[in-house]
């Protein structure tokens, strides 16, 4: 599925990483891979993301990679089975 980045520019590391324990915190799969579609990486950090067809308004919390989470500006592919979880915030 495709997310769109919500305000990850604006996100600090440390913010990231608050992010990815609060993804962790409700999922409780053992899945600790970065959410892009063909990454094989360990997450690290949680990034705020919306899903412009599904539900436009809403945020979700993906874990990625440091590195996509770095490179990660407007749209990315995610793994159709990696978890998402929305965020009580709202855009
Ligand atoms: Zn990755």
């Not at 990815?20 to 600790?32: A, G, I, M, R, V």
């Amino acid at each position: 599925m495709i997310v769109t980045n919500a305000f990850n520019q604006n996100l600090t590391d440390e913010s990231k990483q608050h992010w990815l324990s609060y993804w962790k915190h409700f999922t409780d799969e053992p899945y600790s891979y970065c959410a892009e579609q063909n990454c094989t990486q360990q997450q690290q950090h949680g990034v705020l993301v919306t899903q412009p067809k599904l539900s436009p308004h809403t945020l979700f919390v993906v874990p990625l990679c440091e590195g996509h989470s770095n490179s990660f500006v407007s749209q990315l592919e995610i793994d159709d089975s990696a978890r998402i979880v929305p965020t009580e915030l709202s855009l």
